[in-house]
């Protein structure tokens, strides 16, 4: 009776939720009318556990950005620099034993360099926005070519291949039978959510990004709390990298371009305002695993990369119709 | 001194400097046939930076351009070769076309649904790129099979010179036909209503409509001709290197908007001019171009653009903050 509740005032919180869930189911029941032998195996749903962890942790990356009216097209090449980063070192300190037999404290270290790098990049991207007082859009695509820059410089443009057999577990492991960047996954939202709604920095966020003026009048420090918004999101933009690197063994300049449109998509999709003041976690959740299903019925289907590309898009821009049209008639 | 303060005089001032100090490490730098290829890449970053630059000062942002402008050239040359078509004004007129109707997408819904431009845009980029290379083809048109008309056209050149060795260089019309567009912009953002509205809606949007701007026919204005620059730029492009990749352009808006950011364009909208651009766009491929020349390895080029953007925004937007104070 009481979980029912719950759910109805959840619900009622946000009907954003609602339509979010029964996008999802009808995305779910068209694919399985589609192909059921292939997509309802559990392979399927075990390899969306493991890759959409990192496009989950870059979208509430982004929809942070969006709290504040802003936005972060640095994500990607952040994400990538930290797992090259830490893949170089791995390279440097590799013994004898070959690098997958890579000492625990190498792998701890690793791990501090690449959250290092997000923390760094978060911060001169937050530096250059409040303090300069670039555009959100300029400032992001400048570090961010930077950023990639820097990966190029550092790889001379092939992939870091080899990563420690530990730092491997983050990406490919199991924790209780559960993919481990899901567990990840999991704790971090739930860390964010929390943070956004249970804390001043995250009250601070929405109200700044609800309305700039007022909460400037109200005292709000808002240049050193927009700082924050985007340190925060250059630290999980680093942990997608370490789960992407971890994954997939290797670590490359020009991994995962499309992530930024898809994060992008996600956090508009998951209800998030682009102009600021709105967005949860929660939302993003549920649009990831609805665009995960989506993605991995149509490569059941055999559509190309491409043609995948090419749906987002439009995903994106009926998005933005529907967003407009319910606007209208509220 | 009302000159010296102008921003376009700044930066042709920091245009020479440069160039005496990249003359200086390397003489290469004032050969003839340097200044002509760097004139020669001017060109196509030059005719889309025309449209960056009217949808900057609109306050807005466009990162499509160059999904459109290599849709509307594959498509373009795809279809000449089905027909069997052999020219250069029809091609170079639907490519146009094409990218205005791209455009007028863009114009559509950052008008009708009031959504940030720079999510628009994103959209129809990965629109355009997915369909170009998902339906219709991945493969390059190389020079045997690209039509004969637009390579002949894209080669002449205004003027040539022969070496001392028998070898001869000319510098590309091209410049000609960036030039005419480039001075034609000039005149439609200083001398007609819609340029004026242009700058206006980038000033501020409200005070533009309450002083009877037609802000649709303005935004839709903005996103066409940008998307039209661009695919007209396309086919000139595929015609001055006599190949069709429907992979090209790929980051290439970063340059663009690099370019006009560092004319001097207002980020926050409502600034700008066809002059500084111009001087930007030339900086800016200068400055690329010149790593090479002094043997600056070229992993690094993603660095160097990426800080002349840092650079370049953090000046505007100090520059406009005073004004503003």
């Known amino acids: 009776m009481k979980a029912q509740m719950n759910i109805r005032s959840l619900v009622n919180r946000d009907n954003n939720i609602l339509q979010l869930l029964v996008m999802t189911v009808l995305i779910f029941a068209v694919m399985t009318a589609l192909s059921p032998d292939k997509f309802l195996r559990y392979y399927n749903f075990e390899s969306i556990t493991y890759i959409f962890p990192e496009l989950g942790l870059l979208s509430i990356a982004m929809m942070i950005a969006m709290l504040t009216g802003g936005i972060d097209l640095s994500?990607?090449?952040?994400?990538?620099?930290?797992?090259?980063?830490?893949?170089?070192?791995?390279?440097?300190?590799?013994?004898?034993?070959?690098?997958?037999?890579?000492?625990?404290?190498?792998v701890l270290l690793g791990g501090v360099i690449a959250l290092g790098t997000g923390l760094v990049a978060g911060t001169v991207n937050g530096l250059l926005i409040t303090r300069l007082g670039i555009t959100p859009i300029l400032a992001t695509l400048g570090t961010g070519q930077v950023f990639t820059g820097l990966a190029i410089v550092l790889t001379g443009g092939p992939a870091i291949v080899g990563f420690p057999t530990a730092w491997a577990f983050l990406g490919n492991g199991k924790i209780l039978g559960l993919a481990t960047p899901f567990v990840l996954f999991a704790v971090i939202a739930v860390l964010i959510a929390f943070v956004l709604s249970r804390t001043a920095l995250g009250i601070n966020l929405m109200l700044i990004g609800t309305n700039p003026k007022a909460a400037l009048f109200a005292g709000l420090k808002r240049e050193r709390m927009v700082l924050y918004s985007y340190m925060l999101t250059g630290v999980l933009a680093s942990v997608a990298g370490i789960i992407l690197s971890g994954r997939t063994n290797a670590a490359k300049s020009d991994y995962g371009t499309s992530y930024l449109l898809q994060a992008v998509l996600i956090a508009v999709l998951g209800g998030t305002n682009p102009a600021g003041g709105r967005g949860t976690v929660l939302g993003i959740t549920i649009a990831v695993a609805a665009l995960m299903l989506l993605s991995s019925g149509f490569q059941i289907l055999r559509f190309s990369n491409h043609l995948i590309d090419f749906i987002w898009g439009a995903f994106l821009l009926l998005v933005i119709a529907i967003n407009a049209y319910k606007n209208r008639t509220r | 001194m009302a000159l010296l303060r102008r921003s376009e005089t700044v930066i042709a001032g920091i245009l020479l400097l440069a160039m005496v100090l990249i003359g200086t490490i390397n003489p290469a730098f004032w050969q003839l046939d340097n200044l002509f290829s760097l004139m020669r890449s001017n060109v196509i970053i030059g005719i889309m930076a025309m449209g960056v630059l009217l949808v900057l000062i609109s306050g807005g942002i466009d990162v499509s351009f160059p999904a459109f402008a290599v849709a509307a050239m594959y498509l373009t040359i795809k279809g000449m070769l089905a027909l069997e078509y052999n020219g250069v004004v029809l091609p170079l007129l639907a490519a146009t076309i094409m990218g205005l109707a791209f455009g007028a997408v863009n114009?559509?819904?950052?008008?009708?649904?009031?959504?940030?431009?720079?999510?628009?845009?994103?959209?129809?980029?990965?629109?355009?790129?997915?369909?170009?290379?998902?339906?219709?083809?991945?493969?390059?048109?190389?020079?045997?099979?690209?039509?004969?008309?637009?390579?002949?056209?894209?080669?002449?050149?205004?003027?040539?010179?022969?070496?001392?060795?028998?070898?001869?260089?000319?510098?590309?019309?091209?410049?000609?036909?960036?030039?005419?567009?480039?001075?034609?912009?000039?005149?439609?953002?200083?001398?007609?209503?819609?340029?004026?509205?242009?700058?206006?809606?980038?000033?501020?949007?409200?005070?533009?409509?309450?002083?009877?701007?037609?802000?649709?026919?303005?935004?839709?204005?903005?996103?066409?001709?940008?998307?039209?620059?661009?695919?007209?730029?396309?086919?000139?492009?595929?015609?001055?290197?006599?190949?069709?990749?429907?992979?090209?352009?790929?980051?290439?808006?970063?340059?663009?908007?690099?370019?006009?950011?560092?004319?001097?364009?207002?980020?926050?909208?409502?600034?700008?001019?066809?002059?500084?651009?111009?001087?930007?766009?030339?900086?800016?491929?200068?400055?690329?171009n010149s790593l090479i020349i002094m043997r600056v390895d070229t992993t690094w080029q993603l660095v160097v653009v990426g800080l002349i953007v840092i650079a370049a925004t953090a000046l505007s937007a100090w520059r406009d903050r005073r004004r503003a104070a």
């Open chain 2, 107 to 288: 114009g559509f819904f950052v008008y009708k649904f009031r959504m940030i431009p720079l999510i628009v845009t994103l959209g129809t980029s990965a629109m355009v790129r997915g369909f170009l290379l998902g339906v219709v083809g991945t493969s390059m048109i190389n020079i045997n099979k690209m039509p004969t008309a637009l390579i002949n056209f894209g080669r002449t050149d205004v003027v040539s010179v022969t070496k001392a060795d028998g070898t001869t260089y000319g510098l590309t019309a091209m410049v000609l036909i960036y030039l005419g567009l480039a001075l034609a912009m000039h005149l439609v953002l200083r001398h007609t209503m819609i340029g004026r509205s242009a700058y206006a809606l980038g000033g501020d949007p409200e005070a533009a409509r309450r002083a009877g701007f037609d802000l649709r026919k303005t935004i839709f204005f903005i996103y066409c001709v940008a998307g039209a620059l661009a695919g007209f730029a396309g086919l000139l492009h595929s015609g001055m290197i006599w190949l069709a990749n429907p992979r090209d352009f790929v980051g290439l808006e970063l340059d663009v908007i690099a370019a006009v950011v560092l004319g001097g364009a207002s980020i926050f909208g409502g600034r700008g001019s066809v002059l500084g651009t111009m001087l930007g766009v030339f900086m800016l491929v200068m400055v690329k």
């Open chain 1, 75 to 106: 994500v990607v090449g952040v994400a990538n620099l930290s797992g090259i980063l830490a893949g170089v070192l791995f390279h440097k300190m590799a013994g004898a034993a070959g690098i997958a037999d890579t000492g625990i404290l190498t």
